[in-house]
Every structure is written in C-alpha cells, then in structure tokens.
C-alpha cells in the first residue's frame, strides 16, 4: 500500500522570496506607463473612436438641413421723449439702459406674446390649419414651430441684439427673423399706442364719474354750511378765538370791579369811622379838594392873625371865619361827590362784568353747538377733497396719455436685416466629427481603462515578482515574434533547426535560471495551473536544448511524460508503443526497453504507452521514487512534463519529488487567482519551487506592457540569427 509522501526540500533548494521593490514615486506621473497603456489597448481606443465617427457621420447624413438667418436690432439711447412722461418712464430714463435692462430685453423678444404677435403678424396659422385642426390648435401649433426655431442673444457688451431662426426653409427664415426685428422695433410702439388708446378711453369714462361725483361732493357741502350757518371751515377758529377775547376782558373787568368795590368799602368806612375825608385815598389826589384845603389853610392862618389883634366880634374876624366855613362846606361837598363817584363806578364795573359774562356764556354755547355741526361738515369736506383730487388726478393722466399717443418713438431700429443664408446651419459637419470623435475617444479610454482594470494575467517579470513574491525566472517567446514571419515548423523543431535564434536561447536562459535558483538541480518538474499553457512544449524544447543540437550530446538528458491525460510528449514522438513509463513503474518492463532516443538530438524520452489506463497511485508511489533515483544517477539531468495542477491532484505529488519545479503561465492569459490557488494547493515546505515563466511571449509588443529583457529585443536581436 503506498504511503503518504511529504517531501522536504531538496538538498540546496533555494525557498522562493520576494525581491525588494525599488523605490517607486508614487507622486511622479510615469510617461513610459502612460504610453504603454496606449500601446496595449489602442485597439479598443481606435474601434471605440472608428465606431463614434461613424455613428456621427451617419447622424450628420441623416439629418435634414437647416438654415438660420439672423437681423440685428440696435437699442437707441438718447430717444427725446416728445410728450410728457409718466412716472414709470420717468424712473426707467433715470435708470438708463442697464445691464439688467438690455438682459430683459432679450426675453422679451423670444416672449411667448412677442411670438404670437410675429404669428399673427405673418398668418402662420393658414400654414398650420391642416389635418383637421381648430383655429387655436393651429395656432398653438404655429406659435411652437416659431418658439422652437427662434433664438435672441446680446452682441458683447454693445446695445445690438441679435435675433436669430433657424429653419428648413432659408427665405422662411429671413422672413421670420425680419418680422421679429419688425415686431420688437415698430410693433412695441404701435401695441403701446393701442393701449394708451385703451387706457384714454376708459380714464376718460372714470374721469367723467369723477367730475359728477365732485360736483355733487361739493353742492352737499355747501348746502350744509348753509343749513348750519357754518360759511367756512375756519368758523370754529374765530368763535374759538373770540371765547378767548371774552376770558381775557371778563376776567379784567372781575378784576376791575373787586378794585371799584374795594375802593367804594375803603371810603365808606373812613367816613363811617368819624372820619373827615380828608384820608379818604380818591379825595387826596383831587385837584379840587387840593385847592380848596390850600384856601382853607389860608382863611385859618388868616383867623389866626385876625384873632390876635381883634375880639372874637370883630367884623374881619367874623368874615374870615365865614369864608373858612364856606370853604370846609365845600370841601365836604367834594368829598361826597368823589364817595359818589366811587359807588357809580364800582356799579359800572359790576353791569359790564355781567355783561362780558353772558356774551362768554353765549359764545360757548355757540362753539358747542358748532362742534357737533363740523364733525359732519368735516367729513363732508373731505368726501369734497377726495373727490375734487380723484377727478383731477384722472384728469392729468387724461392730458398725458393723449399728448402720448401718436409721437411716441421707438426704443430700438434695426440695424441689420436677416438675409437668406447660402449654407446650412445645420448639420455641422465639422462639429459632428469633432463631437463624435470626443465621445470616441472618451469611450474608447474608459473601455480600455475598464480592460485594464479587469486584466489580471501576467505580463511582464516584474508583476509576477510584484504580485506574486515569487522568482522569475525568463520569458519564452512567441516564435513568430522573433522569426519575423509566420512560423514554418513547429517550435519543439526550431530549436534544433534555429539553434542560434532568439527562441532557442529564451531555453538557453531557462536553464541558466534554473541552475541560479536551485543548486545543481538534477529532476526538474514542468507544470502549469491550467491546460494549454504551453507546459509540455517547453518541457520539450528545454530538454532538447539541454540533450544538444544533433552534432554530439552535450548532457545525457532523460525527458519523462507524466501528464497521463493529454500525453503531449508521447503524442510529439508519435508511433504506438506497448511498453511506456506505467510499464516500467508496475516492472512489465525495463527502463532501457521504454526510452525513445531523439534522432536529432540524442535525446531519451520515456514516453506512455498506448493503453489508456490510468494508475496515478503508481505515478506518485515508491515506484517513481526509486525510477527517479535510479535516472537521476544515469542522467545529467531528469525533466518530467507533469499534468496542470489545479485539475490533476498528483501533479502536486510529483512536484514534491522534484528537486526544481517550473511553472509556466501563458502570457497575459493565466489568471493570477489560478497562479494563487496553485500555490495554495501546494504542500507547504515540500516542494523545491525555482520560479515562473511566462510562455508564448509575443516580443513585438512587450515594451508595451513594462520594461524586462524582451523590451529591449529590438536593440539586441542581432545577435541572434
């Protein structure tokens, strides 16, 4: 029963290592990548660029041409307005044509009522009334046709408009655009005019409401004055000053009068007192009593005298005192006359108080009463106000609006008239191109971007170094890339028949390899992760390069197909054999009796028989250890052609046995998962693994994928004839 078989390493067995990446500046844009991604998928570019140009002229052929015809409108700046205007104009003439201004102008030409007034202008609508349609639905269709063809924009920073349309039709389109032109420059003012028009008529009607309704604002008004006795507004100011006169003078002559009765007490009590007069304060500023006390101080100084020379019977004496009585008789007459004077006038002022009083009393009863008449007197005179300022308000729009109509002048005039135009607007052909050749191009860089991303097969050494942490060991090329022409005879050949062409030192390169990867390694194992890799092929070339060239063996090389499956080695040397490696291994047959020698080459093979069994058992037991050993001691070196690893589990085993494993994987072909779930599959620590090669490199366009030694094959391909 065969037993497990974990093989360490061979003796000098190199374990695979990654080799330090250098240094890589990651901030620095590499041309050489840039190009050779170019270079790699310029197919996909230059298809995706073909098919948009196509796809672009065939548009451009297919579309139907169009003319575009465009007038231009210059805005005037410096119109003299002739009539007066109205404070809307007034505010826009001080704004003066602003940016924002001449920006409204041009929606206003591509408005919908500027579209349908051109319409309407031209009778488009005749054009549309087919197929059935309604009045409005040929309209509404007309109008769209205009809206979709018509187009206005600002020249630069000047006050020209353009105003563009663009139809199937190149006189059409003149047409149209002229009309545009007409309508802004000439048809603003005539619809302008129109509604002033329109606004007169109906101002003018509000205007005559307004007169009747003032005049009959104003005949009320003037009836409830009359009613009332109210001549004016200002009624209640005068009786309100006139109430103010009456406090002034009632309140002097309340005053007047305390003084009178004061004085008239005063006078009275002295004379009550026992008093003379004399002290009685209105007798001593009279002039009369003041005479008369000069004359009664002289009759008394006169008696005085008299007295002293005279008896008190004397005649003089007597006289004197008689004259001095007459004159106190006086004195006290005037003094009654003045007392008299003060009751009078003491009365005086008490009659006119009371008088100025009832004339106080009257006024403000007359100011109540006219305060509640001039609540309603005021409500009437403003309800007059209101009125009289309705109408005249009405009445100088009025004025203005019929000095307007007629003279007003255009804001803008046509400087350019649309002309039919020679050539078509549309198709751009140049444009087209161009615009298809930019969404080619684009195209084809995100699908060759889209490629490359999904790409995962090897290209150059370095991936797999990169990639992988596994040693590279050469590339094989393609043989048609190196012979220059399409191959002759098959590859396995061309080593022989081209010993000194590039291809049959690629193998020459192998071993080389090989023997720096592994120390003088003795049973070398070829393999693959998946069918058609090209495996068998360089187990062939690689020992014929390594047996000789025919002219004298260098090395004793045994070649050995252990691929039970495909069996490509035994199907290259062809003829049927009853004995092969399954006979030797079971001992049906000697070792000597199975080889095949190459003729060319002296190369031994030991090929299958031709039976179709299979005994992997066998391939992977003790038997093959011991035919191993015994040809490793026979031959300088052993090579065997196992089966692909992934699909075939005792490749894996007689991988183990080997001293260096090769694997190939096919240029750009073999996926990197496969590579992985080879090295997965793979006993740890039991197999001696001496690298990767890539197969069926096509040397032509290698520097398109990165810098290794089939870059350079140009500069060297001398060498080789």
């Not at 797999?464 to 890339?481: K, T």
């Not at 070829?526 to 890799?533: G, R």
């Not at 390069?545 to 040397?573: F, H, P, Q």
Request: charged share 25%.
């Amino acid at each position: 029963m065969n037993q497990p078989i974990v093989l360490a390493p061979p003796p000098g067995a190199l374990v695979p290592v990654s080799r330090p990446a250098l240094a890589i500046d990651t901030d620095r844009i590499d041309p050489g990548a840039l190009i050779g991604f170019l270079r790699r998928r310029w197919p996909i570019i230059l298809g995706a660029l073909l098919t948009s140009l196509a796809a672009g002229f065939a548009f451009t052929t297919t579309q139907t041409p169009t003319y575009l015809s465009t007038a231009e409108v210059t805005l005037d700046p410096k119109v003299e307005p002739i009539a007066p205007l109205t404070e809307e104009d007034r505010l826009a003439a001080q704004g003066g044509m602003g940016e924002t201004w001449i920006d409204t102008q041009v929606e206003v030409i591509t408005s919908s009522a500027n579209i349908a007034a051109v319409v309407d202008r031209l009778a488009l609508t005749r054009r549309f009334a087919t197929d059935g349609r309604s009045g409005a639905e040929a309209r509404q269709a007309a109008i769209d046709y205009v809206a979709d063809g018509v187009s206005a924009f600002r020249s630069g920073a000047t006050y020209t408009l353009s105003i563009s349309f663009e139809s199937e039709d190149a006189r059409e389109a003149a047409r149209i655009a002229n009309a545009f032109a007409a309508q802004y420059t000439q048809g603003s003012v005539t619809e302008k005019d129109a509604a002033d028009t329109r606004a007169l008529r109906e101002i003018g009607a509000r205007m005559n409401k307004a007169s009747a309704q003032a005049s009959a604002d104003a005949a009320t008004l003037s009836r409830y004055r009359l009613a009332h006795d109210l001549p004016s507004t200002s009624d209640r100011s005068l009786t309100e000053q006139e109430i103010s006169t009456y406090n002034q003078e009632v309140t002097s002559a309340r005053a007047q009068a305390a003084e009178d009765a004061a004085r008239l007490a005063t006078a009275r009590q002295q004379l009550g007192s026992g008093s003379s007069g004399e002290d009685v304060g209105e007798s001593l500023g009279s002039p009369v009593i003041a005479s008369l006390r000069q004359q009664q101080a002289a009759y008394a100084a006169e008696i005085a005298s008299l007295s002293g020379k005279y008896g008190p019977r004397h005649p003089d004496l007597a006289r004197a005192r008689n004259q001095l009585a007459s004159v106190d008789a006086r004195i006290a007459e005037e003094i009654g006359r003045v007392v008299s004077n003060l009751s009078a006038r003491a009365a005086v002022s008490e009659r006119r108080l009371a008088s100025l009083s009832g004339s106080l009393h009257a006024s403000e009863g007359a100011l109540r009463r006219d305060n509640m008449a001039m609540v309603d007197l005021q409500d009437l005179d403003q309800r007059a106000q209101a009125s009289r300022q309705l109408y005249e308000s009405y009445l100088g729009r009025y004025k203005e609006l019929a000095a307007r109509i007629g003279i007003r002048q255009p804001e803008a005039r046509v400087l350019h008239p649309a002309q039919p135009s020679d050539r078509p607007a549309r198709p751009d052909v140049l444009l087209n191109m161009v615009l298809a050749g930019a969404i080619g191009l684009g195209l084809g860089l995100a699908c060759a971007i889209a490629a490359e991303l999904m790409f995962s097969g090897f290209a150059t050494g370095e991936e797999i170094e990169r990639r992988l942490g596994l040693r590279y060991l050469c590339s094989i090329p393609e043989l048609a890339s190196v012979t220059g022409r399409r191959a002759l005879a098959a590859p396995v050949e061309a080593i022989v028949d081209q010993p000194r062409s590039a291809f049959a030192e690629a193998f020459r390169n192998l071993r080389a390899s090989i023997a720096f990867a592994v120390e003088n390694p003795r049973i070398i194992a070829v393999t693959s992760a998946l069918p058609a890799e090209g495996k068998t092929t360089v187990a062939l070339c690689l020992a014929r390069s390594m047996a000789g060239d025919g002219n004298g063996a260098t090395d004793a090389i045994l070649l050995i197909d252990c691929d039970v499956r495909r069996r490509g080695v035994s199907r290259w040397v062809g003829g049927t054999r009853d004995i092969g490696l399954l006979e030797v291994l079971r001992g049906d047959a000697r070792l000597e009796d199975a080889i095949v020698t190459d003729p060319r080459t002296r190369l031994s093979i030991l090929p299958l028989s031709a039976g179709r069994e299979e005994d992997h058992a066998l391939l992977t037991g003790p038997a093959m250890d011991a035919l191993l050993a015994t040809t490793a001691q026979s031959f300088d070196a052993v090579i065997m052609d196992t089966a692909p690893v992934l699909p075939m589990a005792d490749a894996r085993l007689l991988l183990g046995k080997a001293d260096a494993a090769v694997i190939a994987a096919r240029w750009r072909r073999t996926p990197e998962a496969a590579i992985r779930s080879l090295l997965r599959l793979l006993p740890e620590g039991a197999v001696g693994l001496a690298g990767v090669i890539l197969t069926r490199v096509d040397v032509r366009k290698q520097a398109a994928f990165g810098l290794d030694e089939n870059a350079f094959y140009k500069a060297y391909k001398d060498y080789y004839a």
